[in-house]
């Protein structure tokens, strides 16, 4: 079955980056359009970011915009989140997801449209 694992989350200080990572297994890598996810304590998830599956197409959530970075390797069916100049808003649990794509420029900002879930990785931003 598809197994999605996230690493790379920790503390890090306001205006400081970090990046995530989202390695995939059990699926057709690059049949797949990503996405990332987040979660903030007492809060509804919501979009971060999407990728299609050849990584032409790139959709952000306007907070993600000009800061957040989205790519992957197909070779290592990995995606990655690069996060610049991050807030303590930004503090959430992140999560990668999948979902199998006939489109080669398709992305998703809906969550539900996404088969397959990441456990998360948890990124705090001090102030």
């Known amino acids: 079955q598809v197994q999605l694992v996230e690493s790379g989350g920790g503390l890090v200080e306001t205006g400081g980056s970090l990046r995530v990572s989202c390695a995939a297994s059990?699926?057709?890598?690059?049949?797949?359009?990503m996405g990332w996810f987040r979660q903030a304590a007492g809060k509804e998830r919501e979009f971060v970011a999407a990728?299609?599956?050849?990584?032409?197409?790139?959709s952000y959530s306007d907070f993600a915009m000009g800061r957040f970075t989205i790519s992957r390797d197909n070779a290592k069916n990995t995606i990655y989140l690069q996060m610049d100049n991050l807030k303590p808003e930004d503090t959430a649990v992140y999560y990668c997801?999948?979902?199998?794509?006939?489109?080669?420029?398709?992305?998703?900002?809906?969550?539900?449209?996404?088969?397959?879930w990441g456990q998360g990785t948890q990124v705090t931003v001090s102030s």
């Open positions: 990728i299609s599956r050849n990584g032409g197409g790139r």
């Open positions: 059990g699926l057709t890598f690059s049949s797949y359009s």
């Open positions: 997801a999948a979902t199998r794509s006939t489109t080669t420029y398709y992305t998703s900002r809906t969550a539900r449209d996404y088969d397959s």
